[in-house]
């Protein structure tokens, strides 16, 4: 099976869902799955495609679309979503034979683009010039400070001063005590550390931008999207919490066929699903609504009981639980000894 022909599209498409966890699928060679399975490898090796939602971990929400090319795995480059509910999902990946693609959920269009650009299959098309420098006199500042913009005269940054009511004191020697410093008070005048006003640039250039060249590296290949003899689908699950689905895996040429089993399958399924989902939520509110009810009576009965009778009640219960268990097992182990010292005295009679 080729799976990108000339004039057909590759679609894959499964449904998956609700919980943690993940799943990725890989198509790739009978004979390299054979190979795998000879040699008991524990990850699927030489596949052409493996997508799939992940959701393990704290906030990790992402779906992946691994493609190969010349032995090479690359991810796209793109972030995309997984859609994270209660629900299941259909995920839909189409390869067009144009080097274009398109990823789909629910049979609607996440996202689209081409296997070259958002896939770093080949060497970028074009590359920094790398004999380009950026001028000297080149201004990139946006504002700068008004240089014109002067000081007041009477502008007080001094935050303490010298306290002006201060004297030294007469005994004060300066031979032996060193030079006298008034204490300093807070400066009722103090406006803060003055700033020149900010004022467009007027010299502003803009942001120098690097030119870029050919890449003398790069080179097309027609032959991105080409995937031979595919014949066999290797699932990798994993899960942090059980209660995943993962159902209805297709392979196709025919997007409108894709689209048309997605609808009657997921697309009959959904709304039923859903339904029962929340009439399993509403039983399970109920049923913690009444425990906590439960709940309350009994600790508002320990309340109201003044004596502490339902404590004795309870605590004559406990034991009455705990006495068969207990004493019978002392009885029994009684009774053995007692038989057993019978059983040997048998025994001595018997050899006399």
Avoid at 255 to 271: H, P, Y
Avoid at 272 to 292: G, I, P
Wanted: net charge negative; aromatic share 10%.
């Amino acid at each position: 099976m080729r799976l990108c022909e000339v004039i057909k599209d590759s679609v894959i498409q499964y449904i998956w869902g609700p919980f943690g966890g993940g799943i990725n699928y890989s198509l790739m060679r009978e004979l390299d799955f054979n190979r795998r399975r000879e040699c008991n490898a524990g990850r699927i090796n030489n596949m052409y495609k493996s997508s799939g939602p992940d959701i393990c971990g704290f906030g990790n929400n992402r779906l992946q679309v691994i493609l190969s090319h010349r032995g090479k795995y690359h991810e796209n480059n793109k972030t995309l979503k997984c859609r994270i509910n209660k629900d299941t999902h259909l995920y839909t990946l189409i390869i067009r034979p144009n080097a274009t693609y398109e990823v789909k959920i629910d049979n609607e269009k996440v996202t689209t683009g081409g296997l070259e650009d958002d896939w770093d299959f080949l060497p970028p098309r074009k590359i920094k010039d790398p004999y380009a420098r950026k001028p000297r006199k080149w201004d990139e500042r946006l504002q700068i400070e008004d240089p014109e913009d002067k000081k007041p005269e009477d502008w007080e940054d001094s935050e303490f001063i010298p306290d002006p009511e201060a004297k030294k004191p007469d005994d004060w020697n300066e031979a032996m005590d060193g030079v006298w410093e008034g204490p300093l008070i807070p400066n009722v005048k103090y406006k803060g550390q003055w700033k020149p006003r900010i004022i467009d640039n007027p010299n502003y250039q803009g942001e120098w931008i690097h030119p870029e060249i050919d890449n003398p590296k790069y080179k097309p290949d027609p032959t991105i999207c080409h995937y031979y003899n595919i014949s066999v689908l290797g699932l990798d699950l994993w899960q942090v919490k059980s209660g995943s689905i993962f159902d209805n895996f297709l392979l196709t040429n025919d997007e409108e066929f894709a689209e048309e089993v997605g609808n009657k399958t997921w697309g009959l399924r959904k709304d039923v699903e859903q339904q029962w989902r929340e009439l399993y939520e509403e039983m399970e509110k109920k049923k913690e609504a009444e425990e906590a009810k439960k709940k309350r009576e009994k600790q508002r009965a320990r309340q109201e009981d003044i004596w502490g009778l339902d404590e004795e009640d309870e605590d004559n219960e406990e034991e009455d639980e705990e006495e068969p268990d207990g004493k019978p097992q002392q009885e029994d182990g009684a009774d053995r000894a007692f038989l057993g010292k019978k059983e040997a005295r048998f025994d001595q009679k018997d050899e006399l």
